[in-house]
């Protein structure tokens, strides 16, 4: 009986403690994904001299709510010659990818679910499934005006997720290491942000259209599309393409603090900053670069069509390139690539 006991213990106690990790994860993340939301109108109208929300709630803090329980209350409708199986299945990947990447994401020393050595590799296989999700929506739908929206979608994350691979080579050249962790650990001294800061531009401008956020919202272009890939969905189908792009938003400055700023490290190891908990600095870093995406939104126009490839091919690809091969020559010039 104690061996049979002993046996159900350690099959089932690991399964719980996972569980409860992913809880611990994904409650907060739903959370910050419906507060980036009131952040994005708050910041908006504070550059545009407006108040924003203001009435639902303290300072309007229960704006977010009132927005789901608004979309939970309406109709799905689904259009009679769609596909209704992958119509419905569409927004549940580009969701369900955009929370399954926060799997290899370390909060902090130790504190991550699956610490695994080709954690950038699952970043970015992640993130270029993340197409499919469009792609199927847009297809799915059987109009023409979604369909052309989500081929403009795929066209401009494949542009850019080529630059983003380049940066992420560049980082991984002075790493040596595909581990999250130990990329931020090798950040201790001076974080990357300064040696690349022409790739920390180019992965931020990268993560805009990565996301389809202004000034890259092509699929979304009102006087073309109507609204691009999610014009036919509506009530929770349509909240879900609309966290997925929040979530996605959380994810890429997440993925750029572990890449650039040092993940959970205080500034330089600074002595009097060492005692703020590290969680804390990677929630700062993440904030910061947030900021920058609605910063974005509400300053510059919207680019042309032409005008975004030619920036993906023309311009940050070659540039990208050529960062890593001169990356690569000086390591090696003055032996400091790692691990040799």
Excluded at 287 to 313: C, E, K, N, S, V
């Amino acid at each position: 009986m104690e061996s049979t006991a002993d046996f159900w213990t350690s099959l089932f106690f690991p399964t719980l403690s996972l569980v409860g990790y992913i809880f611990l994860i994904i409650v907060p993340l739903l959370l910050a994904i419906a507060y980036l939301t009131y952040a994005e109108r708050k910041v908006i109208a504070a550059m545009q001299l407006r108040i924003g929300p203001n009435v639902v709630g303290w300072f309007g803090l229960l704006q977010p709510f009132a927005d789901g329980l608004k979309l939970l209350h309406k109709e799905t409708i689904i259009p009679t010659r769609a596909n209704p199986l992958i119509f419905l299945i569409a927004p549940l990947i580009t969701f369900g990818l955009s929370l399954s990447a926060w799997a290899v994401i370390p909060f902090d020393l130790g504190l991550v679910i699956s610490n695994i050595n080709v954690g950038v590799l699952y970043l970015f296989a992640i993130s270029s499934l993340g197409v499919y999700g469009v792609i199927i929506a847009g297809w799915a739908s059987n109009s023409k005006y979604p369909f052309l929206g989500a081929l403009r979608s795929a066209a401009q994350m494949v542009s850019y997720e080529v630059s983003i691979g380049l940066v992420i080579i560049t980082v991984l050249l002075s790493v040596g290491s595909l581990n999250l962790t130990k990329i931020i650990e090798a950040q201790q001294r001076i974080w990357f942000i300064i040696p690349h800061l022409p790739m920390a531009v180019i992965f931020m401008v990268s993560a805009l259209a990565e996301t389809n956020r202004s000034p890259f919202d092509l699929p979304e272009a009102e006087a073309e599309l109507v609204s691009g890939y999610n014009v036919e969905y509506s009530s929770m189908t349509f909240a879900l393409f609309f966290l997925g792009e929040y979530a996605n938003m959380i994810l890429m400055s997440a993925t750029g603090s572990i890449l650039f700023l040092g993940g959970w490290l205080p500034p330089f190891g600074i002595i009097p900053f060492t005692w703020i908990p590290g969680i804390v600095w990677f929630a700062l870093k993440i904030a910061f670069l947030l900021f920058i995406f609605l910063w974005a939104r509400a300053t510059f126009p919207r680019y042309r069509y032409d005008q975004l490839m030619h920036l993906g091919w023309k311009v940050f690809l070659p540039f990208s390139l050529i960062w890593v091969v001169l990356t690569a020559g000086f390591l090696f010039s003055f032996n400091m690539l790692p691990g040799k």
